[in-house]
């Protein structure tokens, strides 16, 4: 009864964060609600008993993800009038899109396939199971290769990235620290004794 | 912990089950907050005694004998205090940030334990509750910046929200040093993989000096204390991100950044230096051992404060990424190795 309870009050939440996030005009403001999705799914995550998903959940999407998001929203200067140009001139063709996709995602996500009789109930465990542990021996055990592959994909789009930033040779100046730390006094300091110029 | 099976029965007599575990949680975590709060208020007074014996003057001492009661007369004045919302601002936003920098720093504690029984909840994935509470903190300072409606906020949280991001790469590398050392998450396991024969050289801080020195110094840099406070930043934005704060809306940031310090201070004492257990063998550990360790590096945020200089950004970040990312990495893989070789004293039984 309880565990029900909690579960519509986080699919509540859910529903409403989720529909805040693409009708809401300010885009901070909008970050901010797919800060509270996450909240509410990381809650029902733990509701099914998967603590190292909802945990991991909040920590990368909520906690680095997020906030490099809101980082670049805050900064960028959105002027929301011009981003609602046009809104009726798209709007047919908006709206089949949208269609065939609610169509598509139905067909794909809907009762036949995902229906509470297809799918055989969340199995209840002790208090001492532990997820991550079991989750740690099917990624590194059973599903080796495709994580080593993932892996290797994220290496080379992190190498792109940042060949891309790096157009040119540098021009502007910069410290260079391990220059910084080998200086010492002797180079930049020269004691001078100065005589005194007339007797007092 | 007889109290508790003691209240148990007590109030099992007369009330349901349900209500009966509520109440005993909610006076669990009162038995946590209201000492912590505490602390928070004579950690300000130390703080300023500390830093101006080590500046040769004295210090607060005119409200109460020797300054005692100097903490209470400033939450007093915060509290009479009005709360000002800047025109321009969002009322709502800017009203729920110091909310939202106090909620992480209290509800990280509920997995501290405190003794062999004396934790709130002693669950399983601690350690990764510790990381993501953590990584919220952020959102209080960034969300008071943005809403303020105003620029030297705005950018204080800008630096802080940098800043914060990329320490907690180099805190999280060095936990999971610690986790592959202690092989679990459980933080109370951790403090008992720490036990050992050599009492104060067994615990973790031996085989995982780099991590122990690393994860302290990203928690200092993660509370954005001195030398790490360029979101402050007196001199450059004047208060940063709380620039726009007055009464108790501030006091909520400041309770959130002493919180903050003791929980730093409390998850270094838990990983590296053996929690609850005693440093001296034959007196027996306790509660009071986790205490004097916490006081411990309390009092290193302070001695940090009154000595070092503030660093300038583009140092810190070269610190954080340059320094200490590829520092954890390698001794990862070092601790690795001490497991899987299970490299005595530390790891022969692992």
């Not at chain 1, 609600?33 to 990381?42: E, G, K, N």
């Not at chain 1, 603590?51 to 680095?64: H, M, P, R, T």
Request: contains cysteine; glycine residues 8%.
């Amino acid at each position: 009864m309880v565990e029900q309870l909690v579960f519509y009050v986080f699919a509540g939440f859910l529903i409403f964060a989720a529909a805040m996030v693409i009708t809401v005009r300010n885009p901070v403001h909008a970050a901010l609600f797919l800060v509270l999705a996450f909240f509410s799914s990381a809650g029902l995550w733990l509701l099914l008993e998967a603590e190292f998903l909802a945990i991991a959940l909040v920590l990368v999407y909520v906690g680095a993800v997020m906030v490099l998001f809101l980082f670049v929203v805050m900064m960028l200067d959105i002027n929301i009038a011009e981003l609602r140009e046009g809104f009726a001139r798209y709007l047919p063709v908006a709206a089949v899109v949208a269609l065939v996709m609610m169509i598509a995602i139905g067909t794909v996500v809907g009762p036949q396939n995902f229906g509470l009789d297809q799918v055989p109930a969340a199995a209840s465990h002790a208090a001492d199971y532990s997820n991550t542990r079991e989750l740690g021996l099917a990624l590194y055990g059973q599903y080796i290769w495709p994580f080593e592959i993932a892996a290797v994909v994220l290496l080379v789009a992190i190498i792109a990235a940042i060949a891309l930033t790096l157009r040119a040779t540098r021009q502007t100046k910069a410290p260079r620290p391990e220059r910084q730390v080998q200086v010492r006094r002797a180079d930049r300091v020269r004691l001078v004794k100065v005589e005194a110029e007339r007797q007092s | 912990m007889n109290i508790v099976g003691f209240l148990e029965t007590q109030l099992g007599a007369f009330l349901p089950q349900p209500v009966v575990l509520t109440t005993l949680i909610v006076l669990k975590i009162l038995c946590i907050v209201l000492p912590l709060m505490g602390a928070v208020a004579y950690l300000t007074f130390a703080e300023r005694k500390i830093i101006g014996y080590i500046q040769v003057r004295i210090g607060p001492n005119r409200v109460g004998p020797r300054g005692w009661l100097q903490p209470i007369a400033d939450a007093l004045k915060l509290l009479t205090k009005e709360v000002i919302i800047p025109t321009g601002a969002n009322r709502f936003l800017f009203l729920l940030a110091p909310i939202l920098a106090l909620g992480p720093a209290l509800a990280a504690w509920a997995v501290i334990p405190f003794g062999a029984e004396m934790v709130l909840a002693d669950i399983n994935a601690g350690l990764l509750y510790i990381l993501a509470l953590t990584s919220l903190g952020v959102y209080g300072i960034i969300v008071a910046g943005w809403a303020s409606n105003s620029k030297y906020a705005f950018l204080g949280a800008m630096r802080s929200a940098a800043q914060i991001v990329s320490y907690e790469i180099a805190m999280g590398f060095a936990l999971v040093g610690v986790l592959i050392a202690a092989g679990s998450l459980n933080l109370g396991d951790i403090i008992e993989a720490q036990r050992g024969g050599l009492s104060i050289f067994s615990w973790f801080w031996v085989p995982l000096f780099p991590l122990f020195v690393i994860y302290f110094i990203s928690g200092v840099a993660e509370t954005n204390r001195a030398p790490f406070d360029v979101s402050e930043g007196e001199s450059e934005i004047v208060a940063g991100f709380h620039v726009e704060y007055a009464g108790m809306a501030f006091a909520l940031f400041f309770l959130a950044e002493y919180a903050n310090m003791i929980l730093v201070s409390g998850l270094s004492a838990v990983l590296f230096l053996g929690g609850w257990l005693s440093p001296i063998p034959g007196i027996p550990d306790g509660i009071h051992w986790l205490l004097a360790k916490i006081g411990f590096f309390l009092f290193l945020f302070l001695w940090f404060r009154a000595t070092f200089p503030r660093y300038r950004y583009d140092q810190i970040m070269r610190l954080g990424w340059k320094v200490f990312l590829p520092i954890t990495i390698v001794w990862i893989v070092v601790v690795a190795a001490m497991v899987v070789w299970k490299l005595p004293p530390w790891f022969a039984g692992a």
